[in-house]
């Protein structure tokens, strides 16, 4: 083989685990969608995130191992190494991660659930139980002041 051939070998190796490395960016919006409930808006946000990384990544790939000549190989590289973690590594990148991150958001809620079932429902009811012992204060009060005809003394300083 030639050392042109050899070059060639090599981009198309490295255009293979670019392939690789697009996947597992792919893999990760799908973590990401699979993990957390997202509106129709964020999901083409993440769309657009996702294209435009993978671009950068194979924009980098191609200027810094191939010298920014776009080849044939390069295409066929790509697919194949899509294809190669799509079918063996994905499945079982998306379950590990997902778990792992079921496990965080465990962790994370679990201490606000315990601040809301101790501190914020029993705040609540304080503030409902005040506001309703206030508005019969303010109830009370108005009819006390129109049996002394405070109000009407009112009305003749807004005149």
Known sequence: ?????YNQLFSLLIFV???IVIGILFDVFRIIRKSFKTSDFITYIEDILFW???GCVLLFSIFTFN???IR???FIGLLFGLIIYLLTLSKY???VNVAILNFVKKIVYYPIQIINKFIVKPLYFLLDKISKKGSEFTK???KKAKKNKITKIYDKIDE
């Open 1 to 5: 083989m030639k050392v042109s051939e």
């Open 17 to 19: 685990i670019t392939g």
């Open 52 to 54: 435009f990384l993978s």
């Open 67 to 69: 010298y920014g000549e």
């Open 72 to 74: 044939v190989y390069i």
């Open 93 to 95: 990148f998306i379950k």
């Open 140 to 142: 009370i009060a108005i």
